[in-house]
């Protein structure tokens, strides 16, 4: 079992991304390849998926999002394709709010996701996700991080500023202190 892969995005596709890791390429289905940056150094978190015809790895940015991909896949009915899909158009703070609301609407507004499985969601998750390790300033910190390299800057500049930013400030204020600290 894999827990996460240092390297650089040699490759990005609509579905996946590659990461040359010490000379080997791993093929990473990933919710949103776009959010990295070729040729970056990263860490992505791995989940690996085992079945009769295929071995698959999947890779996210943080380890919050993909412990909820690992929750999304224990629901009945809902699978890697589906958990992705969640995970590429909402964030991790929004979805497990959701959840813990019971707010089975919003679930429905995420791609292949009706009535019936957004209900069992909520049924099999409510209460059973782990809030310590989905914090909101978290999630801010990964927000700011994506801010950062769509902006292109490079992994290692951006790791230096985050550390130094204060958490308990809004993620807009956080992207603007780590611009200012950005442009010294």
Do not use: C
């Amino acid at each position: 079992m894999y827990s996460y892969i240092k390297g650089t995005i040699t490759e990005i596709t609509p579905n996946y991304v590659t990461l040359d890791n010490n000379g080997v390429g791993y093929k990473l289905l990933t919710p949103n390849p776009f959010n990295f940056i070729l040729e970056s150094e990263v860490t992505v978190y791995i989940y690996q998926k085992v079945s009769d015809d295929n071995i698959a790895l999947y890779g996210f940015r943080s380890s919050e999002q993909r412990d909820l991909f690992i929750k999304l896949i224990s629901v009945n009915g809902i699978g890697p394709k589906s958990a992705t899909a969640i995970l590429a158009s909402g964030s991790v703070g929004s979805i497990t709010k959701a959840i813990e609301d019971g707010d089975a609407k919003y679930l429905q507004k995420f791609p292949g996701i009706g009535p019936k499985a957004s209900q069992q969601i909520v049924l099999d998750l409510k209460g059973k996700i782990d809030f310590e390790n989905v914090s909101i300033h978290t999630q801010n910190m990964v927000e700011v991080e994506e801010a950062l390299i769509a902006l292109g800057y490079k992994t290692k500049e951006i790791e230096k500023v985050i550390k130094k930013l204060d958490n308990s400030k809004t993620t807009n204020d956080l992207i603007k202190d780590a611009l200012a600290m950005m442009l010294r």
